[in-house]
C-alpha cells in the first residue's frame, strides 16, 4: 500500500511551502547538492490507485504531436507584444513558452513513455493558463482563481521584482490550474499503470531549465532577475520547489479524480485554491519591490 496518504501530504507540503524560502536567503556557501536528490524521497511516494478512463475533452482530442507545435505558436504570438511593451506578464510568458519547447524536444526524443497523454496533458494545461489571460484582460477579474488574481495584479501593478512576477505566476498555473489539467486528461494509462513516474520524470529536465531561463529574463526584461545567485542556489532553490509543488499538484489531482460526491469534489477544489492562494501571499511578501519598477522598465525598452 506504500506510505500512509497523509505522510505522502505531509511530505509534499514540507517541499513546497517551506522551501520556497530558500529563494528569499542567499547563504555565504550554497549546498553543493543538487535538486535531484530529492528524487528517490519523491519516487518512493505512491500513487493511489485510480481507474482509468479514457481522456475525452475538446482540446487536442486525439494527442496529435501537432498540437505542441500549435500551443508553442500562440505562446510566440502572445509573447511578442507583451515583450515589445515591457508588461510585467511577459516574464512568465517567456519562462512558459521554454518550457513548453523543452517539453516538445523531450517528447520528439522519446523521453515520455506515453506521448499522446503528454501531448494532451500539455494542451490542456497550456489552454488553462490562455483561458485565464483572456478572461482577466477582458476584465472579469473576479473570474479567474484567488492566485492568479494575486500574480495578475501584482503585474499590472508593477509591483514585484521579475523573479517575483515568475514566481506568482508559476505557483498560480502550477498549483491551481496543473491538478485540473491532470484530472482532465488522467492519472492512469490504459493497461493500469500510473502516470506519476512521467509526471516524476520531468523535474530532471525541468533542472536544466532555471539556469538558462534566469539568464535571458535578466537579459532581456529585469537585469536584477538573477541577483539571487549565490553558486548553484538558483537552480537548488526553484527545482526544489518545483518539485514540492509538483507533488502536491498530483495529490491533488488525485483527490479531484477519487471525488465521489459534488461535495467531496468542491472541498477538493476549494482546497486546491487555498493552497495556491497560501503560496502566492508567501511570495507576494517576499519578492515584492518598494522602489518601484522604473528601471526595470527601462532596462526592459533598450533590451527587451
Known amino acids: 500500500m506504500g506510505l500512509p496518504r497523509l505522510t505522502v501530504l505531509a511530505c509534499s507540503t514540507v517541499l513546497g511551502v517551506a522551501l520556497t524560502g530558500?529563494?528569499?536567503?542567499?547563504?555565504?556557501?550554497?549546498?553543493?547538492?543538487?535538486?535531484?536528490?530529492?528524487?528517490?524521497?519523491?519516487?518512493a511516494l505512491p500513487a493511489a490507485p485510480v481507474p482509468y478512463t479514457p481522456y475525452a475533452g475538446p482540446v487536442c482530442t486525439d494527442g496529435d504531436p501537432q498540437c505542441i507545435v500549435d500551443v508553442i505558436s500562440e505562446m510566440e504570438d502572445r509573447l511578442a507584444p507583451l515583450a515589445a511593451s515591457c508588461d510585467h506578464d511577459a516574464i512568465f510568458s517567456l519562462a512558459y513558452l521554454r518550457v513548453t519547447q523543452n517539453v516538445k524536444a523531450a517528447a520528439d526524443s522519446g523521453y515520455f513513455h506515453d506521448r499522446t497523454w503528454l501531448t494532451q496533458l500539455d494542451a490542456v494545461f497550456a489552454d488553462l493558463y490562455f483561458r485565464t489571460m483572456d478572461t482577466w484582460n477582458a476584465g472579469h477579474q473576479d473570474a479567474v482563481a484567488p492566485a492568479w488574481r494575486i500574480a495578475l495584479q501584482a503585474s499590472d501593478d508593477r509591483s514585484m521584482t521579475g523573479l517575483g512576477d515568475f514566481m506568482l505566476n508559476m505557483n498560480a498555473h502550477i498549483n491551481n490550474d496543473f491538478p485540473?489539467?491532470?484530472?482532465?486528461?488522467?492519472?492512469?494509462?490504459?493497461?493500469?499503470?500510473?502516470?506519476?513516474?512521467?509526471?516524476?520524470?520531468?523535474?530532471?529536465?525541468?533542472?536544466s531549465l532555471y539556469i538558462p531561463v534566469f539568464d535571458e529574463e535578466a537579459a532581456r526584461f529585469d537585469p536584477t532577475f538573477d541577483d539571487y545567485d549565490a553558486g548553484p542556489l538558483d537552480d537548488i532553490g526553484v527545482g526544489a520547489i518545483m518539485r514540492g509543488w509538483r507533488e502536491m499538484v498530483w495529490r491533488h489531482a488525485e483527490d479531484l479524480v477519487t471525488a465521489r460526491t459534488p461535495a467531496q469534489k468542491a472541498l477538493a477544489?476549494?482546497?486546491?485554491?487555498?493552497?495556491?492562494?497560501?503560496?502566492?501571499?508567501?511570495?507576494r511578501q517576499m519578492f515584492a519591490t518598494s522602489d518601484g519598477s522604473a528601471a526595470r522598465d527601462a532596462y526592459c525598452h533598450d533590451h527587451g
Open 22 to 43: 530558500l529563494l528569499a536567503i542567499a547563504p555565504a556557501q550554497a549546498d553543493p547538492v543538487g535538486p535531484g536528490a530529492l528524487d528517490p524521497a519523491i519516487g
Open 180 to 207: 485540473h489539467a491532470l484530472a482532465t486528461v488522467g492519472l492512469t494509462a490504459e493497461d493500469g499503470s500510473s502516470h506519476k513516474p512521467g509526471h516524476n520524470a520531468y523535474n530532471q529536465r525541468l533542472d
Open 269 to 283: 477544489e476549494h482546497a486546491i485554491e487555498e493552497y495556491a492562494a497560501g503560496q502566492a501571499a508567501l511570495i
